[in-house]
């Protein structure tokens, strides 16, 4: 099965911190985790807090971030750790900026979030 292969092992943990990097598998459209276990891993971690960062802000990081909200998950977003594609018709960084600042339970830049974590 190939969704096993989209995640490596945390790459690092830190007192609690755990570190997942993942990417796509199948060009099927489907940009959030539903296609992939990354709520059963987070849950048999009992982690029930997440940062969220990303190279597609409003594509891949903006449906992580609903699917993780729906799953019960409290979810920052480091907003200076996105992107998104930038069009004639309009600005997919702003756009799911707003969509950010409506729906997570955070948005923080790199800096708060390492104050944060380091508290």
């Avoid at 830049?109 to 944060?116: C, F, G, L, M």
């Amino acid at each position: 099965m190939r969704w096993k292969h989209a995640y490596r092992p945390p790459q690092r943990a830190i007192a609690g911190l755990c570190i997942f990097t993942m990417r796509r598998v199948a060009n099927n459209k489907v940009y959030g985790p539903e296609q992939n276990d990354l709520v059963l891993q987070l849950r048999k971690r009992h982690i029930d807090q997440v940062l969220l960062a990303g190279m597609s802000a409003n594509l891949c990081v903006q449906a992580h971030m609903h699917e993780l909200l729906e799953q019960g998950f409290e979810v920052a977003v480091i907003k200076d750790a996105t992107a998104a594609a930038q069009i004639p018709e309009g600005d997919g960084y702003l756009a799911a900026l707003i969509n950010f600042r409506f729906m997570a339970n955070a948005v923080w830049t790199t800096e708060e979030a390492v104050a944060r974590l380091s508290n």
